[in-house]
């Protein structure tokens, strides 16, 4: 059975389908390399965080990830500060990306409609800390294929931590579609077979579970030059393995992501990638 995961902003509602359009999450509102973020997050320049939430919409993500975790900084009060925030001047649902249970519970109390939790992993004590918490406010969630061991590295082992967490989830009241596999990808740099042993996971993860399954993809370019070449030709096999979301830069790669769509029978009549062509020219021609 292969399950759609409804997400619900502030007036805009998302499916991601494991057989639809690649869903776009947009990574931006994450300060971790971001040091003009960190700054702003600490000096309280809304603003700025502002400005890339409404870019990123434009630009076609469909739903946006926020993560404000930087060293120092009270992470449980400023989730839900930046949370209220964005919602106010976007529509779309949110991602909620903390490891901070206190500060998604605080930003779950004030978020609209039905967001995302980015994440639960294998762990025992992340499991029995965070699915109550998803079962309680009736959210979705995003389950990532390590635990206590770390990350697998083979995709046997990543498909049983899935099996794990989905189960843990249904025990705990919470519907199979709303979790996430994310079955994570390392950089090819450091393992020529990192994004070979991702791929196979994300196939046996649709054939076996048959839920959503997400990416981080940009993780497989790291250290490497030419990073949005590698992540457009490994956004593209994922999409073709059964990727049904990824947090990714839309500003970047969602062209290459709607072609994808368009090459895989994914965009009847190609809308979407022409609706996408068409927004970009006249974004060009009001400049001019």
């Known amino acids: 059975m292969r399950m759609e995961t409804i997400l619900r902003g502030a007036s805009v509602e998302v499916a991601i389908k494991p057989d639809g359009p690649v869903t776009m999450i947009g990574e931006k509102i994450n300060p971790t390399g971001r040091k ?49 925030l964005v919602a106010a001047h976007v529509p779309v649902p949110l991602c909620l990306d903390s490891n901070d249970p206190k500060a998604l519970e605080a930003a779950l109390a004030v978020t609209p409609g039905k967001c995302l939790v980015n994440s639960v992993n294998g762990e025992e004590a992340r499991l029995a800390r965070i699915l109550p918490l998803i079962k309680e406010r009736g959210v979705a969630v995003i389950g990532l294929t390590m635990d206590e061991r770390g990350i697998p590295n083979d995709p046997e082992t990543r498909l049983a931590i899935a099996h794990k967490i989905v189960e843990r989830a249904v025990k705990t009241g919470i519907p199979q579609e709303d979790v996430v596999i994310d079955p994570l990808v390392l950089t090819v740099g450091a393992d020529q077979n990192a994004g070979k042993v991702t791929l196979r996971a994300i196939e046996l993860i649709c054939k076996e579970l048959g839920v959503n399954v997400n990416l981080g993809a940009s993780n497989v370019s790291f250290g490497l030059p030419e990073r949005q070449l590698i992540n457009q030709a490994f956004l593209a096999l994922a999409a073709g393995a059964g990727a049904s979301c990824v947090i990714t830069d839309p500003e970047k790669l969602a062209p290459s992501i709607l072609a994808t769509d368009l090459l895989l029978g994914r965009d009847p009549y190609g809308k979407r990638f022409l609706r996408h062509l068409r927004g970009i020219a006249g974004a060009g021609a009001a400049k001019q």
């Open 36 to 84: 003009t973020l960190a700054a702003a997050l600490k000096s309280r320049d809304l603003d700025h965080i502002r400005e890339l939430a409404l870019r990123q919409v434009t630009a076609g993500a469909q739903v946006l990830d926020i993560n404000v975790s930087v060293p120092g900084l009270d992470e449980a009060n400023l989730l839900a500060e930046i949370v209220q």
